[in-house]
């Protein structure tokens, strides 16, 4: 028997005008009305499966016609929360915009930073013809800066980490120990964070730090910062870090202007939600991994006494994940019942695509490809070998690239190519890379 989508809505006056156009008496006409009540609450999950029948996409409000209504979003901007899985976030953006075309805001010179960890300036970035569709590489958050860049209807998302996990990860990925005393364990660094932050800070450790300028620390407070919240670097700005009226107001304004913020620890709910907002395929959010610390840090739970020193440390950070961790599980309640589905699906084929590109090496060999079948979450699509290398290769490269065919014909005697810097010259503004 073939099914019949049509809205809860549609069945229900159906009903009504059956049971009026046959006179029955009131109380089996309210007695039909609660059945068909009853029925439309049903109806409402019956119909998402009748909408991904039909058409394989929902979008992020979990509207049944999403798909009528969903168009790809290709104007955004994805500031990137340093240690946050960013730079896998940043592969899986690259690889949307390059195939795409779309006109990325590229860094000066051989910067792959824009500004950061300084506010973004004009002369930061390279012009360009056309109008810009993605920022996305290392820059503070400043809407009326990123706006003026970026035109009006941009959408700005992002993505944090819970802190404790994210020092674990910073101590490990920079050398924090390391630098500060090479015998210094992770526990007694904790325990003197302020100290060994101070020392790791200082003019005399700048060749062993990974591009920060003095005075920067990429322990305290760096999603705060990486947001754009006012917290006294460099000097002469402004710092709200200890009024908390002002924090709790900043951190709704980035409520109002953010369309999703991400968490780390729960990435493939976070791919797939981030799937639904912008109107992706299933393809887009396929991904590999990149600067993933290989250390045990992070299977460590923390006593509570070095807990608490690192939250009264990095006090601004944890009131800010509290609040976006539960505002991200608010949105996915809102999206029903099918959006674990579509999580758990999204997981086995990225588990076949992990397989078929890296763990049967297919990255490295040509004209091989894996066919996902089509299923209620997305359409039939190929993977080819050439696109595994997609998945792992840094991009920036790439979109330096497409950049000079696009906007300069291939001719790179400009001068937003200066000089690289020398050996001992580290740039004010933005850690470097040499150009290909």
């Not at 780390?264 to 393809?283: G, H, I, Q, T």
Request: contains cysteine; positive net charge.
């Amino acid at each position: 028997m073939k099914m019949i989508c049509l809205s809860p809505e549609d069945w229900m006056m159906k009903l009504i005008m059956l049971l009026w156009r046959r006179r029955l008496k009131i109380t089996v006409l309210l007695m039909l009305l609660f059945a068909a009540l009853v029925y439309f609450l049903n109806a409402s999950i019956l119909l998402l499966d009748c909408a991904h029948k039909n058409q394989k996409l929902v979008d992020i409000d979990g509207r049944e016609d999403g798909a009528k209504i969903c168009t790809e979003k290709t104007k955004f901007v994805f500031i990137k929360c340093m240690k946050c899985a960013t730079e896998t976030m940043g592969t899986i953006i690259r690889r949307f915009g390059l195939v795409r075309n779309l006109n990325f805001v590229v860094p000066v010179k051989n910067n792959i930073y824009l500004g950061w960890p300084f506010l973004i300036e004009e002369t930061d970035y390279r012009p360009s013809k056309r109008p810009f569709n993605i920022l996305m590489e290392h820059a503070i958050y400043n809407h009326t800066r990123m706006e003026k860049i970026m035109g009006n209807n941009t959408l700005y998302i992002t993505i944090i980490r819970e802190p404790w996990h994210r020092l674990t990860s910073s101590y490990s990925y920079f050398g924090l120990g390391y630098v500060v005393d090479p015998v210094v364990n992770f526990s007694k660094y904790v325990q003197n964070i302020q100290k060994y932050d101070d020392i790791y800070m200082a003019p005399q450790k700048r060749p062993f730090r990974y591009c920060f300028p003095n005075g920067f620390s990429v322990v305290k407070n760096l999603m705060a910062h990486c947001l754009g919240m006012p917290l006294g670097f460099p000097e002469g700005r402004g710092d709200i870090s200890l009024n908390d009226a002002a924090v709790i107001q900043y951190i709704q304004e980035l409520e109002a202007n953010f369309s999703l913020v991400m968490i780390a620890d729960y990435f493939p709910e976070s791919l797939v939600l981030l799937k639904r907002l912008m109107c992706w395929n299933l393809k887009d959010i396929l991904h590999h991994s990149s600067n993933v610390g290989k250390h045990g840090l992070h299977e460590i739970t923390p006593n509570i006494e070095e807990f608490q020193m690192y939250y009264n440390f990095s006090r601004i950070d944890f009131i800010i994940y509290k609040h976006f961790n539960k505002s991200f599980w608010r949105k996915i309640r809102q999206q029903g019942p099918e959006f674990f589905n579509e999580v758990n699906h999204f997981k086995v084929v990225q588990l076949l695509m992990e397989r078929f590109c890296f763990i049967e090496n297919n990255a490295n060999s040509k004209g091989q490809y894996i066919t996902i079948p089509e299923s209620k979450f997305n359409l039939e699509f190929n993977i080819s070998s050439e696109e595994c290398g997609y998945m792992s290769r840094y991009l920036l490269e790439d979109i330096r690239k497409q950049y000079n065919t696009n906007e300069l014909g291939g001719d790179i005697s400009k001068f937003w190519y200066a000089k690289p810097p020398g050996k001992d010259e580290i740039p004010k503004r933005g850690c470097s890379f040499p150009v290909l």
